[in-house]
Antibody, heavy 123, light 111 residues
């Protein structure tokens, strides 16, 4: 079954870091970029960045530069998103999403999403 | 403040046709394709339309998308109660070294 399975909910104190995992199954993990998108309660979707599981190359949204790190372990088909210096505004559901599309026709989209990981930042 | 602009709400009665707009700029919708996602309450977003007007397998043909210039639209015909959800448009934006941008979301209510 093609799916992305994310790690469980986390509660962190301000200033701490959190590392969320996203395990891919049912497809070749290294063939598709993984993106991370977050959603605060009652709010819209916010893109955080992407990672190429084959090369390890990454690209981060300017807002998160210096605070986010996206990595992977290809031996277990798992992507990770680590966010540091947490503050209350980082309380949100974090989603991983697979990017697919057509390079020749130059269109891309997120066709597969994880179920989300709730990260709560509270003192 | 989202980069793409959507109306915060829309509504319709069963069987009606509703449209949701998404307005952007030359660096996103004007130069890249638009995708639409449906998010039912308490669930992850689900791909609804990709590349402006393409439906993934399994998405009913009641859903259609279009794009013109720097704007896009999602149309839902034959509205059903199960269509009540949040809808988001998204596009790649060529500014700031490239980034994905989303609309703020439109909450669709089936009356």
């Amino acid at each position: 079954q093609v799916q992305l399975v994310q790690s469980g909910a986390e509660v962190k104190k301000p200033g701490a870091s959190v590392k969320v995992s996203c395990k891919a199954s049912g497809y070749t993990f290294t063939s598709y970029d993984i993106n991370w998108v977050r959603q605060a309660t009652g709010q819209g979707l916010e893109w955080m960045g992407w990672m190429n599981p084959n090369s390890g190359n990454t690209g981060y949204a300017q807002k998160f530069q210096g605070r986010v790190t996206m990595t992977r372990n290809t031996s277990i088909s798992t992507a990770y998103m680590e966010l540091s210096s947490l503050r209350s505004e980082d309380t949100a559901v974090y989603y991983c999403a697979r990017r697919t599309g057509d390079e020749g026709l130059d269109y891309w989209y997120f066709d597969l999403w994880g179920r989300g990981t709730l990260v709560t930042v509270s003192s | 403040q989202s980069v793409l602009t959507q109306p915060p709400s829309a509504s319709g009665t069963p069987g009606q046709r509703v449209t949701i707009s998404c307005s952007g700029s030359s660096s996103n919708i004007g130069s890249n394709t638009v995708n639409w996602y449906q998010q039912l309450p308490g669930t992850a977003p689900k791909l609804l339309i990709y590349s402006n007007n393409q439906r993934p397998s399994g998405v009913p043909d009641r859903f259609s998308g279009s794009k013109s210039g720097t704007s896009a639209s999602l149309a839902i015909s034959g509205l059903q109660s199960e269509d009540e959800a949040d809808y988001y448009c998204a596009a790649w934006d060529d500014s700031l070294n490239g980034r994905w941008v989303f609309g703020g979301g439109t909450k669709l209510t089936v009356l």
